[in-house]
Nanobody
Framework: VQLQASGGGLVQAGGSLRLSCAAS????????MGWFRQAPGKERDFVAT?????????YYADSVKGRFTISRDNAKNTVYLQMNSLKPEDTAVYYC?????????????????WGQGTQVTVSS
């Protein structure tokens, strides 16, 4: 299974970005997906997760609730993270991850496959 994250970049505070995570080697519809982020010198933190197959259940970190939206397009085998009202503290490398077990989770240790990460930088 390979996950390819993209869509990161440099944006001003208050701006928006949409991250994408494309999968190959496995049908995404059968997998729980998550987004995590890691800022310099900090641990990898949970951002959002979405259930399979249709994404009827989502769960967010308190720090992004109301600003970020996770979604999935099973036909494209892709998961998205729409990020609005970005803040400088959102600056981090963002990783998508795939979980084979069917329950959503905010714990990184429960995810089985990881993408390479995409840098998001929010300037003040």
């Amino acid at each position: 299974v390979q996950l390819q994250a993209s869509g990161g970049g440099l944006v001003q505070a208050g701006g928006s970005l949409r991250l994408s995570c494309a999968a190959s080697g496995r049908t995404l519809s059968s997998s729980v997906m998550g987004w995590f982020r890691q800022a310099p010198g900090k641990e990898r933190d949970f951002v959002a997760t979405i259930s399979s197959p249709r994404g009827s259940t989502t769960y967010y970190a308190d720090s992004v609730k109301g600003r970020f939206t996770i979604s999935r397009d099973n036909a494209k085998n892709t998961v998205y993270l729409q990020m609005n009202s970005l803040k400088p503290e959102d600056t981090a490398v963002y990783y998508c991850a795939l979980k084979r077990a069917p329950t959503i989770s905010s714990e990184s240790r429960t995810y089985d496959y990881w993408g390479q990460g995409t840098q998001v930088t929010v300037s003040s």
